[in-house]
């Protein structure tokens, strides 16, 4: 049977994603409240509990009464800001949940009327659990309202940003207690952005979007909200890149066309080259319970490939730019899941060419037990002809067909799994000292330390004495390893001996970033180390720890100053002009040398051993001075002795 083009593109073009999104919002609410009151409940009609009807009209009445003569800096009435946050919930992210929506009615009331209206009002008119939302996504605007939340003293009133920082930490530390409250927090983020250009000052504007995009995006992946982050993360991007609507939509309108082209580009590979028949038999022969679909990159994805040097947007796309790709979802607890990705994996190689490595396809992180993520998990990259390819994701996904179970998503340690505990407790403590300090640049400061707490990928590292192997972040350092496996003896550590498959022993000191399959022995020293200047730890833990050790030591003042000799013995492979860089490490610490001496090794006319005996005024400063000699790639051991 003969198929009609037309009806082939058709079904094709129906595999396609068909968001693009609208960055000039379209209030659903007019301003006129028995008509914004009347389509919101209809809403809820449709969406939640028909039973809960008179308790979610109670909350629009006791809104509008807080909020019937205030506006927006747009304009609009404030009211109706509730109403778009409460719809954004039940369409957008198809939370139904009464006290959730309730609450999304209400959220900035303790906030902006506390005069009129308190936690215990809203307790009683409705419960507890809608008074503790409201209250957990409440702004701290006050050094008393943060004393009260985090039992601490604060000894001087909180500027804008310390009051930003603070809020943040807020919603961290309850939002895990209640998830409800980061769904709040999503919502009323999204509708702000959405709305963003009611605020005058570009630079302002960009502000919010950063934080957004590092803070907020993030953790709506951490939540399972894959596209909704996609979203969001796409319309922060016309704030942080354009000063005004006119020319966010000039570029925009560029995009959409580069998006169109890429789309056209995809329909048409995909149909010379059969794919959707090919992936989809390939997947079916190994699981039923894969389901094969298609994906697009966000719009801030295509921006980064497009965008010149000169801030000019290309005409003409990179060949090998995927910018959709098909997906094979595969489902969360299914069995042999890496056996059946890497079985898929080589039936593809054996009838496309990959692109790229030829390593086989890993879980980059541990599979979550419960419902709540997306997570891309492989990419696979195919040649086929010429700069025709394509790109194949493995994701393991949850099942979004069923609405949100809101209890199942309180009570999951999903949300939990995401974050390492000591990792979200330093988090929380940096954030701490960042509004308690007068530390510049805090909002920035708390974007970095956001970055490192939502952690891209993984590697694998394992501890050649015991064994062990550890799972970690891609940039941890020595230093970073050192504060996880052992905090209580990190300060004795000064560097490592790498093994791995390009190097048979390397030794490396605390600033080494660690690589995937690095086998690793600890350097210990038998004097703690309190000199962590020019290192950047990946791990908040770390940094968190080096800042409190820095604290006491500059409060007790324990730095010692005795002066004693070590004797230094150094090996490893030999080269022109290594005794005079040895001399120069000395020269620059101002470490005095009695002896040293350098001579090839009896057993290899390539390696060399030699010693040297310094005086040192602390510990610090050997320890140091041990770092510096290990930075030298040809030196591979280091030895300290007592004269």
């Known amino acids: 049977m003969k198929t009609d083009k037309n009806e082939s593109k058709s079904k094709k073009q129906s595999l396609l994603p068909q968001r693009i999104i609208n960055i000039k919002f379209k209030p659903n609410y007019t301003g006129n409240y028995i008509e914004d009151k009347v389509r919101f409940l209809e809403l809820f009609k449709k969406k939640g509990s028909k039973e809960d009807m008179p308790i979610v009209e109670k909350a629009i009445e006791l809104m509008y009464k807080l909020f019937k003569d205030d ?44 005069e009129l209206i308190t936690y215990d009002d809203i307790a009683r008119e ?130 959409k066309i580069a998006h169109s082209k890429l789309q056209e580009k995809f329909l048409r590979i995909a149909s010379e080259y059969n794919l959707e028949e090919i992936l989809s038999k390939v997947v079916a022969e190994v699981s039923p319970n894969f389901l094969l679909t298609v994906s697009h990159k ?33 489902p969360a607890g299914i069995e042999k899941i890496e056996e059946k990705i890497n079985l898929i994996d080589n039936k ?85 000292y960042l509004y308690s300090q007068d530390v510049p640049n805090k909002m920035q400061l708390l974007i970095e330390y956001a970055k490192k707490i939502y952690p891209s990928s993984y590697i694998t590292v394992k501890n050649r004495i015991d064994e062990t192997n550890y799972i970690v972040p891609r940039g941890y350092t020595v230093l970073d390893l050192a504060f996880k496996i052992n905090p209580n003896e990190a300060m004795y550590v000064i560097g490592a001996r790498i093994f791995n498959e390009y190097e048979k022993t390397l030794s490396k000191g605390l600033g080494y970033v660690l690589a995937d399959k690095d086998e690793f022995e600890f350097i210990i020293s038998k004097k703690p180390n309190t000199d962590f200047d020019g290192l950047n730890p990946f791990s908040l833990f770390a940094i968190n720890q080096i800042r409190k050790i820095k604290q006491n030591l500059f409060l007790t003042k324990t730095i010692t100053h005795e002066t004693f000799f070590k004797r230094i013995k150094i090996r490893g492979k030999d080269r022109i002009g290594l005794s005079s860089e040895i001399s120069l490490i000395n020269s620059n610490l101002h470490i005095p040398l009695t002896h040293l001496s350098l001579h090839l090794s009896p057993f290899s006319k390539t390696e060399f051993v030699g010693e040297l005996v310094g005086k040192f005024d602390s510990f610090e400063k050997l320890n140091i001075h041990i770092i510096e000699l290990l930075k030298i790639p040809e030196i591979t051991e280091v030895v300290v002795s007592d004269i």
């Open 298 to 330: 966000t719009l801030s994805d295509l921006w980064q490939e497009l965008i010149t040097p000169k801030n000019v947007i290309r005409e003409d796309v990179p060949p090998f730019y995927q910018h959709y790709y098909w997906v094979i979802n595969i």
């Open 126 to 255: 409705f419960n507890k659990n809608v008074a503790e939302i409201v209250d957990g996504v409440t702004k701290i605007t006050y050094a008393s309202e943060l004393e009260k939340t985090f039992q601490i003293k604060i000894e001087h009133e909180l500027e804008f940003d310390s009051q930003e920082v603070a809020t943040i930490q807020k919603i961290f530390a309850y939002g895990l207690q209640n998830p409800r409250i980061f769904l709040v927090k999503f919502a009323d983020r999204f509708h702000n952005i959405l709305t963003l250009y009611g605020i005058r000052k570009p630079e302002r504007r960009k502000e919010i979007a950063n934080q957004t995009i590092n803070i907020f995006v993030p953790l709506l992946k951490v939540f399972g909200f894959e596209e909704q982050a996609k979203e969001l993360r796409d319309l922060c991007l016309f704030h942080t890149i354009a000063d005004n609507p006119d020319t966010a939509e000039q570029i925009y309108e560029k995009l």
């Open 348 to 432: 593809l190689k054996q009838k496309f060419s990959p692109l790229g490595d030829e390593t086989t396809l890993k879980l980059n992180r541990v599979i979550p037990n419960e419902i709540i993520q997306d997570i891309a998990i492989a990419t696979r990259r195919f040649l086929l002809v010429g700069n025709d390819t394509f790109e194949v994701v493995y994701n393991l996904s949850p099942n979004r067909s069923n609405p949100i179970d809101i209890q199942n998503l309180v009570f999951q340690r999903g949300v939990y799994l995401n974050f390492d505990k000591n990792e979200y407790e330093a988090f929380l403590e940096l954030i701490e």
């Open 71 to 114: 506006r927006r800096g747009d304009g609009t009435m404030f009211y109706t800001h509730f109403l778009e946050t409460a719809e954004i919930l039940l369409t957008k992210f198809k939370i139904y949940d009464t006290d959730t929506i309730v609450a999304a009615l209400l959220h900035d009331s303790l906030e902006d009327k506390k």
